[in-house]
């Protein structure tokens, strides 16, 4: 968190309007971007809309963050810890008993952590990949089946990172079950080449999926168009103003300090808070709570390792045997009640995605410091966190397009993919797993639902209306980018030629979030200034391929065809309806074969049934302890 510059408006009046017109994920629980995955109705029932009349799906492509996760890195625990510790020294807790729950509550998550692996998914995110990949089969069988009868593909994506890789595998292994039952072969994992582990069939995507940093997770460096993109948008969010000064706002109006100062008074006295807003007491995340001012992770004067780890012992030996994420950027820090308070709430939100991991002899609750909080203070404390990713990663303030246009090359890749299918390739999905910075400026550039609207651009803002908050804006995380978030579009073709343009029918794509049909939003909210996309006809959420590149600013010049068709819809229970020859999948035979892309699954017949190949890219990822 920034540290805070200056005192905002009055308290009382920002909470009110705060604490009205948000809807929330379930219960008035607050998690902002850590919402577990709540699978919709709409999933459950299959209730789709069919693809319009002599058409049908051929293609279908996703981008997916990793599900649910423990802790990304010892950070938040290690701050409180170390302010625990302080206070346990100078008298700053209320009581011996709030002092004995804190850090046995700190220490437990810790533990948790350690043994489920900082950054790892956590029993729950594995369940909730799986079901989506279960529930992507069911969807599209009638593709899938046809594809397996055909020998075609299944392309594997990731980050590189080990949860989004290992998120990808959960959904393949729901995946997999669901369509092991209904056809009559099986899944072949291929052995891997000596000396180089399990195979894997992901392909490392990093330009496309992990576009917002010049590192790779794998350590590399990006090069060419990749890098020139990461570093411009790194540039551009830590050199901001406008961003820098909203930031700072919101996490010093009145507001932000009275719920701080009211969730932390349960813990800590109030003389110790105090004295950590006026600079008294400061905790970096080093071994002394040092700063370490050229965060390099020794001590400025003796040199001395100060890199602060979950466990004792030497950081370079524990990073090597538990990962790099059990030691903390040294550069983290708590310096306001602020600060503090956020690091809390943090924990009280990771809680829900480690609930089974929350058991034996590192059980933590951190709901009790929140059950009570007053009306409205749990809003605020997702405010501040959403500000945050809405203003570096989402659609910012009104004027600029930096921290969207990030994504440009994977919705060139979404576009890429379809034409390549179209014109004969064999690769039948292709499925993509990443992060809440993948997500969010994606869904900002297609002008998905809840990241169209950006806030004013206010360079020195006076009150809230001058900056991004949750009366004037519906941007939330918990809905744009809960845990394992998805957008999928489905493609559907058909032959012959239209009679409208003389040339082969346009394919029709339609999208859904986190697994409910939307529309493709207006993006004309947006500085690109672009107009409306309009679907094939008035309630559909099918839309001409064509359309899509115009309205969403792929071609340089507006599309010349009608957007529109004439059509009968229905809705689908996972299948597409059949209106006659029109609507079944092409042959093998009807399209030119092509040799599968690295990092595929190919489906290929056999003489008892079907049997899946996977070849690719063998890659070996870091396991946490405990295997699932």
């Keep these: 968190m920034r540290r805070a510059l200056g005192s905002g408006v009055a308290g009382v009046a920002a909470l009110a309007m705060l604490a ?17 995955y709540i699978v919709p109705q709409q999933a459950l029932d299959m209730s789709y809309s069919a693809a319009p009349e002599g058409y049908a799906i051929t293609y279908t492509e996703m981008l997916a963050r990793h599900s649910s996760r423990g802790l990304s890195s010892y950070k938040y625990d290690a701050l409180l810890k170390l302010m625990g510790q302080t206070a346990s020294e100078v008298g700053g807790f209320v009581s011996e008993e709030a002092e004995q729950t804190f850090m046995a509550n700190v220490q437990a998550i810790i533990d948790a952590n350690v043994e489920n692996g900082y950054g790892m998914l956590t029993g729950q995110g594995a369940t909730q990949h799986q079901g989506i990949g279960s529930r992507a089969y069911q969807r599209n069988k009638q593709l899938f089946d046809q594809a397996a009868a055909d020998g075609e593909t299944i392309e594997y994506e990731s980050s590189g990172e080990a949860r989004a890789t290992e998120s990808g595998e959960n959904f393949k292994r729901g995946f997999d079950q669901a369509s092991g039952s209904e056809l009559a072969g099986s899944y072949v994992t291929p052995t891997a080449p000596a000396g180089e582990g399990d195979a894997a069939p992901f392909q490392k995507s990093p330009d496309t999926l992990y576009f917002h940093k010049t590192d790779n997770p794998d350590g590399s460096e990006k090069t060419g168009e990749a890098a020139d993109i990461a570093s411009r948008y790194e540039n551009f969010v830590e050199n901001n103003e406008t961003i820098a000064n909203a930031e700072d706002y919101i996490e010093n109006v009145d507001a932000s300090v009275t719920v701080s100062y009211d969730l932390l008074s349960q813990i800590f006295t109030e003389d110790f808070l105090k004295k950590v807003d006026d600079g008294t007491y400061s905790w970096y995340n080093t071994t002394t709570g040092a700063e370490d001012a050229d965060e390099d992770g020794h001590d400025d004067v003796t040199g001395e390792d100060i890199r602060n780890c979950a466990i004792a012992g030497d950081p370079d030996e524990l990073m090597a045997q538990y990962g790099e994420d059990i030691c903390g950027e040294t550069g983290k820090h708590i310096t306001s009640v602020v600060d503090a308070a956020m690091d809390l709430y943090n924990l009280y939100i990771i809680a829900a995605d480690m609930q089974e991991e929350n058991t034996g002899d590192h059980t933590f609750n951190f709901d009790q410091y929140f059950a009570d909080v007053p009306a409205g203070d749990g809003d605020v404390f997702a405010w501040i966190l959403d500000m945050e990713d809405f203003y570096e990663k989402g659609p910012s303030y009104a004027g600029q397009d930096e921290t969207y246009r990030i994504a440009q090359p994977l919705l060139d890749d979404f576009f890429a993919s379809i034409d390549e299918r179209v014109a004969g390739g064999d690769t039948a999905a292709t499925f993509r797993f990443a992060h809440a910075e993948t997500i969010m400026p994606f869904a900002a550039l297609i002008g998905a639902p809840g990241s169209t609207q950006q806030a004013p651009a206010v360079v020195e803002p006076q009150s809230v209306d001058d900056v ?23 493609v559907a073709t058909r032959d012959g ?11 029709l794509i339609r999208m859904l979030y986190n697994e409910k049909e939307v529309a493709f939003g207006g993006t004309n909210t947006l500085a690109r200034g672009l107009s409306s996309c309009t679907p094939v006809a008035e309630g559909s959420t099918w839309y001409k391929e064509s359309e899509l590149k115009s309205c969403l600013g792929l071609n340089t010049v507006e599309s010349t065809e009608d957007p529109t068709i004439t059509v ?61």
Excluded at 29 to 35: A, C
Excluded at 571 to 589: E, H, I, M, R, Y
Excluded at 610 to 628: E, S
Aim: aromatic share 8%.
């Design 20 to 36: 009205t017109g948000t809807a929330h994920a379930a219960n008035d629980t607050y998690y902002s971007s850590k919402q577990p």
């Design 468 to 490: 991004y908050n949750y009366n004037n804006n519906e941007w939330r995380g918990e809905t744009v980018t809960p845990m394992a978030a998805n957008i999928q579009w489905d």
């Design 568 to 628: 009968e819809t229905g809705t689908s229970g996972g299948q597409q309806q059949d209106a006659g020859d029109a609507t079944k999948q092409p042959s093998a035979s009807d399209r030119p074969k092509t040799i599968p892309k690295t990092g595929s699954v190919m489906i290929v017949p056999a003489v008892a049934g079907v049997v899946l190949v996977a070849a690719g890219v063998t890659l070996v990822f870091i396991r946490r302890a405990k295997q699932r």
């Design 497 to 507: 030629i239209d009679p409208k343009t003389g040339k082969a029918y346009t394919p």
